[in-house]
C-alpha cells in the first residue's frame, strides 16, 4: 500500500498518551496531516527530516486576553501606604484597553501568538472582548477586532479558536462603567449579531475555528445568561470566567443569595462543552459538583498568582476525577512548563506533600492539559500523535545535558520539571517548523510591527 507523504520526519521519540515512541517516524502529507506514524523505518525512499530531538504534543492555551501583552510587567510598582488588588490592576488594564488601535492590536497579538509558538502552544482560544472603538461604537463590520485576533494567528501560524464575548454589565445588575465601553453588548440580539459576525472572520483562516462565551455571572444579567446559554449553537465550546476573585463571590451573594459557581450548576446546563475559567474560590460542595458535571476548569496559574486571586483546589478536584486545562490570560508569563510547575508547587506548599498526583505528575499533567484544552478548542482526539490528524508538536533538543544524560522513563518528568525554552528546538504546525533553533520563522517583521505598534502606544 502506497505511503502518501510529503515528508518523513525521524525523533529520538515522541511521546503519546501511555508513553514513547522511540525511535519515532512520522510521514506526513500534502495537508500537513500524519500518514504514518511508527517506530520501524518506512520502506522506500523519502524526503527525511532527521531531528535531534523529543517531539511532544504541542499545547493548547485555552485562555487568552492579546491585548493584555501590551501591558505585560506595566502594574508592577505599588505606592507604600496602598492596596493593590486584582481591581486596582484592573483599572490599569482598563486604560490599556481603551488605548489600542485595530492595527495596534494585530500587530500586539501577532507578536504574542509567535511567543506563544516559540514556547510550545501550536493552539489559543482567544477569549475576545475587546469589540469596539475606543468611544465604544461598533466598527461598521462587528467583528472586525476579532478578525485582527484571526489574522493575527494566521500571521503567527498558531491555529486559534476565537471565542467572541458576552460581556453587557459593570457589575452584578449594574450598568456598564464608561471605561468598559469597547466590550458591551447591550442585548442577547446584539451579542448574536457579534457572534455571527465572528463566524465570517474565521473564514479568513483554515485554521480558526469559533467558540460561544459569556464573560462572567457579574458581567451579563442572569436571565439573559440562561436565554443566551440556552441558544447556543451545537458542538461549540463555551467559555466563562467563575469566581475568580472573592469579592466576586461576596458580591453574587449579595445579589441573588448563591455563589457564583453554585447559581451557575444550578441553572445551566452545565457538561463538557463547558469552559470554566479559574473557579478559584469554591467550597466544597461546588468542588464535588463541578468535578462530576465533566466541565473543565481552564486554570491560568502565572496570571493567578501575579493578581492574587488564590489557590484552586487542585488536589482534590483531580481527586475527584476532574478535569482541566492550561491557560495564560493576561500573559504574564506564557511557558506551559511554567504553568504546569506552578499548578503543582502550590499544591505541595498548601498541603505540605509532594504527591499532588498519583503516578507519574508530569505525564499525567501533560496528557490532562492536552486532552481537555483540545476540547476548549472544540476539539477532540484519542491519543497525542494519530494518523489523519495535523502533526503538531513541539521539539525539545535531545543534546541538552541534561536531556542527553536521561532516560525515556524519566524524560517527561525532567522536561516538566526542569526545562525552559532554552530546551526548545522548535514547534511544528501542520507538519511544518513555525519556530526553529528557538527562533520563528517570522520573526523580524513581527518584532519591528511589534515595536512600532508600542512605540506609538507609549504606555511603556
Known amino acids: 500500500m502506497a505511503i502518501h507523504t510529503t515528508l518523513f520526519f ?20 500534502a495537508s500537513g496531516k500524519i500518514s504514518y506514524l511508527s517506530n520501524i523505518a518506512p520502506s522506500g525512499a523519502f524526503a527525511m527530516d532527521a531531528v535531534e530531538g523529543y517531539a511532544i504534543p504541542g499545547f493548547q492555551n485555552a485562555h487568552s486576553h492579546a491585548f493584555q501583552y501590551a501591558m505585560a510587567g506595566l502594574a508592577e510598582s505599588h505606592v507604600a501606604g496602598t492596596h493593590d488588588d486584582f481591581w486596582t490592576w484592573r483599572e490599569a488594564m482598563y486604560r490599556c484597553a481603551l488605548s489600542i488601535g485595530p492595527d495596534q492590536l494585530e500587530a500586539i497579538a501577532t507578536m504574542l501568538y509567535s511567543e506563544m509558538l516559540r514556547h510550545g502552544y501550536t493552539q489559543v482560544a482567544e ?41 453587557q454589565k459593570g457589575n452584578f445588575g449594574q450598568a456598564p462603567q464608561p471605561r468598559q465601553r469597547r466590550f458591551i453588548s447591550a442585548s442577547i440580539n446584539d451579542y448574536f449579531k457579534l457572534f455571527e459576525s465572528s463566524k465570517e472572520a474565521i473564514k479568513t483562516y483554515g485554521d480558526a475555528s469559533i467558540g460561544f462565551s459569556i464573560h462572567s455571572l457579574r458581567a ?62 469554591l467550597d466544597d460542595q461546588e468542588l464535588l459538583r463541578l468535578a462530576k458535571s465533566g466541565a473543565r476548569v481552564v486554570l491560568c496559574p502565572s496570571t493567578e498568582g501575579n493578581l492574587g486571586d488564590g489557590i484552586f483546589r487542585m488536589k482534590e478536584f483531580v481527586g475527584q476525577k476532574g478535569r482541566w486545562s492550561i491557560g495564560t490570560d493576561s500573559h504574564i508569563g506564557i511557558n506551559p512548563l511554567e504553568e504546569f510547575r506552578m499548578i503543582d508547587y502550590r499544591q505541595r506548599l498548601t498541603t505540605h506533600a509532594r504527591n499532588t498526583f498519583d503516578g507519574d505528575a508530569a505525564r499525567y499533567m501533560v496528557n490532562e492539559a492536552v486532552a481537555s484544552g483540545r476540547m476548549a478548542m472544540g476539539v477532540q482526539a484519542n491519543d497525542h500523535f494519530e494518523t489523519g490528524r495535523p502533526f503538531d508538536a513541539y521539539v525539545l533538543d535531545a543534546k541538552a545535558p541534561l536531556l542527553a544524560a536521561t532516560s525515556l522513563e524519566n524524560m517527561a518528568a525532567t522536561m516538566v520539571y526542569s526545562a525552559d525554552a532554552n530546551y526548545a528546538l522548535g514547534t511544528i504546525v501542520n507538519g511544518k517548523w513555525k519556530v526553529k533553533n528557538n527562533r520563528h520563522v517570522g520573526e523580524k517583521e513581527t518584532r519591528d510591527n511589534f515595536i512600532r505598534a508600542m512605540r506609538k502606544l507609549a504606555n511603556r
Not at 477569549?127 to 465604544?136: C, T, V
Not at 465550546?237 to 457564583?260: I, L, S, T
Request: charged share 20%; aromatic share 10%.
Open 220 to 281: 451579563v444579567d442572569f436571565t439573559d445568561i440562561v436565554k443566551t446559554v440556552g441558544s447556543m449553537p451545537s458542538g461549540l465550546p463555551f467559555h466563562m470566567h467563575v469566581a475568580e476573585q472573592k469579592k466576586e463571590v461576596a458580591d453574587c451573594v449579595g445579589y441573588c443569595g448563591k455563589r457564583p459557581m453554585q447559581w451557575v450548576l444550578d441553572n445551566l446546563p452545565v457538561g463538557d462543552r463547558f469552559h470554566l475559567v479559574h473557579s478559584t474560590h
Open 10 to 29: 525521524k525523533f529520538k521519540a515522541l511521546l503519546q498518551r501511555d508513553g514513547w515512541i522511540s525511535p519515532a517516524y512520522v510521514g506526513i502529507d
Open 127 to 167: 477569549f475576545h472582548y475587546l469589540h469596539h472603538d475606543q468611544e465604544g461604537n461598533p466598527y461598521n463590520n462587528l467583528a472586525e477586532l476579532g478578525e485582527r485576533m484571526v489574522a493575527a494567528a494566521k500571521n503567527a501560524g498558531i491555529k486559534i479558536t476565537l471565542v467572541p464575548v458576552f460581556y
